[in-house]
């Protein structure tokens, strides 16, 4: 089974992607995360047999290593298409983009600590504001949510605010692909009742203390 780590480039007690708790573990480098290359990801596995197969995916089903083709009698250009594949190669020029965030990664991920802390303490004895509590020791707070229930009016309101808040994540199976497999409402309650309720706050390294300020007036005023 695959793992998914997405956000966390690693945690106090066991390195992400070593391989403990799953053969796959997947890195998420979307712009807003906590390494960036604009587009990609990266995969991680201790499995010899799933690396070779993921490369063949990666680059079109096309196999290049002399030991793992099935024709062993052609010469030194040959290359073979043995599954279907994509072209899902990340550039090098990305790739660069992202190493260069390496080296101030704790430093970001500090930060997003310090904010998210700053913003339990302010919400805390705020009725009305429902803050998630971490799974965990060393959240990696990719994200900030909190539970409200006029959840599209605070959106709506923050928004006027130029603060742009943003909903994470509308359900699988109400997405209409999904409804037309037969997937219909009720089907995961709770699920259906977090995203009823659930909005995203501002978080990132970059963002100040006054900017934070500003967001947690902004939501005090609407909740009232």
Known sequence: AGGDVLDGVKTEK??????????????????????????GGMITTNDDALARHLRRLRTHGIEREATGLLRQDEGGWYME??????????????????????????EGLARRRQLAAQYDAAFAATPGVAVLAPGRAGHAYHLYVVLVENRRGLYEFLRSKNILAQVH?????????????????GDFPQAEAYYARCLSLPLYPTLTDEEQTYVIDCVRSFIG
């Open 14 to 39: 066991r390195q992400c992607g070593s391989g403990q708790l799953a053969e796959l573990a997947i890195f998420s480098f979307h712009p807003v995360k906590h390494i960036a290359t604009g587009e």
């Open 81 to 106: 298409m043995q599954e279907l594949g994509y072209n899902y190669r990340i550039s090098d020029i990305l790739c660069a983009l992202g190493t260069s965030q390496l080296a101030r990664a704790d």
């Open 169 to 185: 994540y509308v359900p699988v199976h109400r997405m209409p692909y999904y409804e037309k497999l037969g997937w219909q409402a």
